[in-house]
């Protein structure tokens, strides 16, 4: 990047691009430039300007072992120098093989066998809904093609997945036009659901542990081995939506490990490639799978993919993550940053006025701001979850809020001081904006 470019490129972004879930007329009116990042290294950004900051939410939840990580760098590399990218529609490659074998060997044997690759968090939860109904039209029981889906969920933004999220926002405008969707906040709703709306059900679905776009709601311990429980009672599928979940942040590699919990399908994203390329995973049982098999002409063919399924590159660089994960032994070395995430975060929290309730899972945390007087909520068109998230800044902070739920969710390979760091951060910057 040339000196002095930077405020040319603002000028060409505020004419040009039309930014995700950003109100765009603020955005170009706003007297607070939009960062542009140049670089990354480490868990610390570099925008245009040479001010650093520390990847307080991984990227949009998506980076695992920092950016510019030498290990996945080389397997994008190796991968570039042979091939980009081929159809897996008719052909296969040697990363999406080899990938698919990793995935599967990361549960216990004969358990989720089976991996369609396609491109994105939406994408992996519309594979598992599209399979799903499939399997029950391939084995004669067409009417059970509705979804049991929680309040608060948050599945993603094509039409599908978005119809089975729980936050009006996001699902509100299109709720006619998805699934058939029994929405429920707990166990005990699901146990009061009517036996003919349970007869017509085909998946419940559920992010485990911890619900993201809902501000960081968690859920009840035993609450996954419960919904299994009742999911075998009753024939219905269980779906785990491990997108955000999903490689470690959780403490464990995936959220279902906490309760020994194996889904019908678990949908993976984000993390997969370690936050380098866009990819996603659903995996299944050899059951799903059998359904769909016999000749050409009974047409059983699971007809879904997109051009970039199995795309070599995103193949290489979630080979390349995997890699790190076994010879860091990540893993393993998550349980003292945990503590000290938790410590920090309580420590914070009791003594900021403005911070209400702490939700935390691993290296995932939301924070609710309050009122310092009544701890009521805050109204929300005031943004102020926004403007203490752009204040921090200043302090050496990138993160982004959900409403006025602060969130820290850093990289699994951010360091004890830096995890402080950040915390003091957003501390800081809370003060700036309220006192």
Request: proline residues 4%; charged residues 20%.
């Amino acid at each position: 990047m040339m000196p002095g470019n930077t405020e040319k490129l603002r000028q060409l972004d505020k004419e040009h691009l039309w930014h995700p879930f950003t109100q765009m007329q603020a955005w170009r009116e706003s007297g607070d430039d939009p960062v542009i990042i140049a670089s990354g290294e480490g868990v610390t950004l570099t925008d245009t300007e040479g001010n650093r900051y520390l990847d307080g939410n991984s990227s949009i939840w998506t980076n695992i072992h920092g950016h510019n990580h030498p290990t996945i760098n080389a397997a994008i590399q190796n991968q570039l120098s042979k091939i980009a990218h081929c159809s897996a529609l008719g052909f296969s490659n040697e990363p999406s093989i080899l990938l698919a074998e990793k995935l599967v060997n990361l549960f216990p044997e004969n358990t989720l066998t089976k991996v369609f690759f396609s491109d994105d968090g939406s994408t992996a939860i519309e594979c598992a809904c599209k399979m799903s109904i499939q399997h029950r039209q391939l084995t004669n029981h067409k009417n059970r093609d509705g979804f049991i889906a929680f309040e608060g969920a948050y599945h993603g933004d094509t039409m599908g997945a978005a119809s089975l999220g729980g936050i009006g926002v996001f699902q509100d405008r299109f709720s006619s036009l998805g699934h058939e969707v029994h929405r429920i906040a707990s166990l005990d709703d699901l146990d009061a659901l009517p036996p003919e709306v349970i007869a017509s059900v085909n998946a419940l679905i559920i992010e485990p542990l911890i619900q993201g776009a809902a501000g960081m709601q968690t859920w009840p311990a035993g609450m996954l081995k419960s919904l299994r429980k009742w999911c075998d009672q009753h024939g219905v599928f269980l779906i785990l939506d491990e997108v955000m979940t999903g490689f470690g942040r959780t403490g464990k590699m995936f959220a279902c490990e906490h309760e020994e919990v194996i889904p019908d399908f678990l949908c993976l994203a984000k993390g997969l490639t370690g936050g380098y390329l866009p990819l996603a995973a659903t995996l299944t049982t050899d059951h799903i799978y059998d359904a769909f098999l016999g000749e050409y002409e009974e047409l059983k063919t699971f007809f879904y993919g997109h051009s970039y399924c199995a795309n070599p590159l995103g193949c290489a660089a979630a080979l390349g993550s995997l890699q790190v994960f076994e010879e860091d032994n990540v893993i393993a070395s998550l349980s003292s940053k945990i503590s000290v995430f938790s410590s920090r975060l309580r420590e914070t929290v009791d003594r900021c006025p403005h911070f209400g309730e702490l939700r935390q899972v691993g290296l995932i945390a939301g924070i609710d701001l309050v009122d310092a007087g009544s701890e009521a909520a805050l109204d929300w068109k005031a943004e102020t979850g926004a403007r203490i998230c752009r204040a921090a800044r200043k302090h050496g902070l990138l993160t982004r809020p959900v409403r006025d739920t602060l969130t820290l969710m850093p990289p699994l390979a951010t360091s004890e001081h830096e995890i402080s760091q950040a915390i003091d951060a957003l501390e800081k910057a809370t003060h700036d904006v309220l006192g």
